[in-house]
């Protein structure tokens, strides 16, 4: 496969991430395994490839909803305020969810997504992130299942994008600066 033009390096490669979706999998069956059923919430765009390789590799009952949310604006920056676009169609009151995104950055997202589920009273509420930059973080936010720690850099692939760009990329890659500081 050709890496494109405006990619600068892969960070995380194909093999990479299947072997940890596949432990992030094993771990999450583990602590469900006693629970009728586990809902994963997926929220879009980012996290639907990296939801579907985490659910498919689920040894425990488990149904999937999409949340989906807005917090950038045209910059490559976090404005900070979280928009809900769309909810999801379960009630999840008394059950057990868990939330699967895909980069926590600022914190802001994922902290409004934990507030706003923990009001519809779940039996219990954790999250599951592919990707962290600890270092933009704004909001400390609590990830029970994290994929990989990056570097403050602009990332794509795996469900990732740039302009809409890249999301279906096998592989976690850092675009060229340029790109998005233009």
């Known amino acids: 496969m050709q ?3 405006d990619v600068e390096r892969i960070l995380i490669d194909e093999k990479t991430i299947e072997q940890r979706v596949t432990e992030l999998a094993r771990q999450v069956s583990q602590d469900y395994a ?5 809902i994963l919430v997926g929220v879009l765009k980012g996290a639907f490839i990296f939801l579907a390789d985490l659910a498919r590799k689920l040894t425990i009952p488990h149904r999937v909803d999409f949340i989906a949310l807005s917090s950038y604006g045209q910059t490559a920056t976090s404005s900070g305020v979280v928009r809900l676009i769309m909810d999801v169609k379960v009630n999840v009151e008394g059950r057990h969810v868990l939330i699967v995104e895909d980069i926590v950055d600022s914190g802001h997202t994922l902290d409004y997504l934990l507030r706003n589920f923990a009001t519809r009273n779940p039996a219990s509420l954790r999250s599951c992130v592919l990707l962290s ?4 973080r ?3 936010v ?3 299942y994290l994929g990989f720690e990056i570097p403050d850099v602009w990332v794509v692939g795996y469900g990732l994008d740039y302009a809409d760009k890249h999301r279906t990329l096998p ?3 850092a675009l060229k600066p340029e790109v998005y500081q233009s």
């Open 138 to 140: 704004r909001v400390d």
């Open 34 to 38: 006693d629970v009728d059923q586990l």
């Open 133 to 136: 930059k600890p270092g933009r």
């Open 171 to 173: 592989y976690i890659a």
């Open 142 to 144: 609590p990830i029970d």
């Open 3 to 5: 890496v494109p033009a």
